[in-house]
């Protein structure tokens, strides 16, 4: 959805995924701190931009700059589904093989998402989305 804003409303578009993890391996978060830098350097050199991702951590650091918020608030099946039909994405992974094969991983994730307690859990995007002043969409089906 976000990359399909960019296209059609000429947005820069930034995936927190590219900005959230360093490259070593496993992957290791990276500091909050080098994020914000990110963050504040990708918004300064944007003056129209969408910024995609799950981190609600990182999405705060934004979010007094963003005039307008959707929420993604699909029931986890469907999140699911969504992730199972997922183009490859080249940013993240060398191939759509190795993206496929992170897949079992990633569905065992999105299982969770009711029950965390984390930056990722729908109560901390549900939060983050109530404390938004400006304009706000939640989406609750893909549809």
Request: negative net charge; hydrophobic residues 40%.
């Amino acid at each position: 959805m976000a990359m399909r804003l960019a296209r059609e409303k000429g947005l820069a578009h930034l995936d927190l995924d590219t900005i959230a993890w360093t490259s070593s391996s496993p992957p290791q978060r990276r500091s909050l701190d080098e994020s914000r830098e990110c963050i504040q350097a990708f918004i300064c050199a944007n003056t129209n931009w969408v910024i995609e991702g799950c981190y609600s951590d990182l999405l705060e650091m934004a979010l007094s700059d963003a005039s307008e918020i959707i929420f993604l608030n699909l029931p986890v099946e469907a999140c699911i589904k969504n992730a199972e039909a997922r183009p490859w994405e080249p940013h993240k992974y060398a191939s759509k093989n190795a993206q496929d094969a992170n897949l079992p991983m990633l569905i065992d994730w999105i299982k969770q998402y009711d029950n965390r307690k984390d930056t990722f859990s729908r109560e901390a995007h549900e939060k983050l989305f109530q404390r938004f002043s400006g304009r706000k969409i939640m989406l609750t089906s893909n549809h």
